[in-house]
């Protein structure tokens, strides 16, 4: 029989992940019971993007876009809306809550690590950004003939990049923000400039060209035009995949230096 002291460092990692499947297993029961954040994280995008397609003029080629319609160019602008929704307006509200009522600093006298319940968060606002992309590139495929990327591989790499940099923004806003009602203004105070720089209210490609260069120095505008790239069939530029990749590294490191569980 082997001894308690051989059998106690292969025990601890299994009821490590044990612990950490359970906590997702609940966040996702808890997640799925709030309404309002499934509605602006996967119903709000498409509905916009149906918004616009309703619009005639916006169905039809202009020789301003290059012969592309304004629908074309809404669909990854609907992507992106669903990860900045996910990452820094829903998630952060989440995690200050958490700290505010003292959850995280219980969970600290359990098994339970909190780090178990942040990486929750983050995969379960990860997932529904990823579920809204599925029905946003669908309905505008199915409804409005918008073709799928000529380029998959760089479309799905320049949205996995802009969707971390929103996840660590989230991070940050948490990090800096003692109660959710903090967390809601500096989370609006950036929401609503990535917004524009993601092309909610004009799409990139109509910005004078200065405006252009100054939005693709933020992931989201970036990210832009790397689907827009990806979109046409060709390889987004290096440089526009590796504005959001270093938003998202530079973010990270900022969180983790910032965040406190209590």
Do not use: N
Request: proline fraction near 8%.
């Amino acid at each position: 029989m082997p001894s308690p002291r051989s059998t106690r460092p292969d025990s601890a990692p299994p009821k490590a992940r044990s612990a950490s499947r359970a906590v997702l297993k609940t966040e996702a029961r808890l997640f799925l019971r709030e309404p309002g954040t499934l509605f602006w994280i996967l119903v709000f995008p498409t509905l916009l993007l149906i918004i616009i397609g309703l619009i005639p003029s916006f169905r039809e080629a202009q020789a301003s876009l290059g012969g592309r319609r304004v629908i074309d160019l809404y669909v990854p602008v609907a992507l992106l809306l669903s990860a900045i929704t996910a990452g820094i307006q829903a998630m952060p509200t989440v995690l200050t809550g958490y700290r505010e009522r003292g959850i995280l600093r219980r969970m600290s006298t359990t098994p339970v690590r909190p780090a178990a319940l942040l990486g929750a968060q983050i995969t379960l606002h990860g997932a529904a950004a990823v579920v809204s992309w599925v029905l946003a590139l669908t309905v505008g495929r199915l409804a409005f003939g918008v073709a799928l990327p000529g380029q998959p591989l760089g479309y799905a790499l320049a949205l996995v990049l802009t969707l971390c940099s929103a996840l660590a923004l989230g991070c940050v806003i948490c990090s800096l923000s003692p109660t959710t009602k903090v967390a809601g203004v500096v989370g609006s105070a950036a929401f609503f400039p990535m917004m524009f720089a993601a092309g909610v209210w004009v799409p990139v490609q109509s910005m004078p060209d200065t405006l252009q260069r100054i939005v693709q120095l933020v992931p989201f505008g970036a990210a832009s035009q790397a689907l827009s790239q990806a979109a046409s069939g060709h390889w987004p530029d290096w440089s526009q995949l590796a504005v959001p990749a270093a938003w998202a590294v530079v973010l990270g490191w900022v969180a983790k230096r910032l965040f406190r569980w209590e």
